[in-house]
Each structure stands twice: as structure tokens, then as C-alpha cells.
């Protein structure tokens, strides 16, 4: 991977990482909602849930545009491909390995019984 790439799935994956921004990004795929509008979600302070919003949004997960005093959020499903290619790979290579495992399994089995 290159390392763009690297520290875009880092910042991903440090982003999900935590219980509060994964169901502030599962809220914003059924609809784009405002940061008090998510605020209003959880018991912390609109302080709180605003560092979150900044980690998801710098992540590349949420975006947020600004009409007079109110901000928006908005998640951002262009990311959910570089994503799913990653766990992909990471499918196929265990997929692999477990039946490779299953094959050494059975023969033992045979050679055994």
C-alpha cells in the first residue's frame, strides 16, 4: 500500500475505533443531521460530541458544511470502497489459510483413521 493510502485506513480505523463515532457514523447513513441534532443523541456535552464529528471528519468519513450558525454532517460512502478492498484482501488471504487448514485436517484424519 502506498502510504497515503496507509494513513487514510489508519485514520479510518481510528475513527471506528471508538463506540460513539461507529453510531454517530451509523446516524448519519440513514440521514445527514446537524452537530446538535447528534448532540442531542448522547448524554455529553455538544463540546464532546463536536470532537468526535472532528475525528470523523477528518478521517474523510463525515463532511460538514456551515449555513449561517448551523453545521451539517454528512457521511461520506465514496470512502466505504477503498475500505471494502482492504477487507477483501484481508477475507481472501484468511480464506485461504483456513482452507488450507481444513485440507490438512482432513488428511490427518484419513492417515490416522
Known sequence: ??????EF???VFYA??????????LELTK???TVNELAEKY???LQGVSKHI??????????QTKKGRTKSCKFNYQHLSKISE???QYRAFWEK???ALDKYIEKRKKEEG
Not at 500500500?1 to 496507509?6: E, I, K, L, S, T
Not at 471506528?16 to 453510531?23: F, P, Y
Open 9 to 11: 485506513m489508519d485514520r
Open 16 to 25: 471506528l475505533s471508538n463506540t460513539t463515532r461507529r453510531n454517530i457514523v
Open 31 to 33: 440521514k445527514d443531521l
Open 97 to 99: 489459510r483456513l482452507d
Open 43 to 45: 448524554d455529553m456535552t
Open 54 to 63: 472532528h475525528v470523523l471528519v477528518k478521517s474523510g468519513l463525515v463532511s
Open 1 to 6: 500500500m502506498v502510504d497515503n493510502n496507509a
Open 86 to 88: 482492504l477487507l477483501e
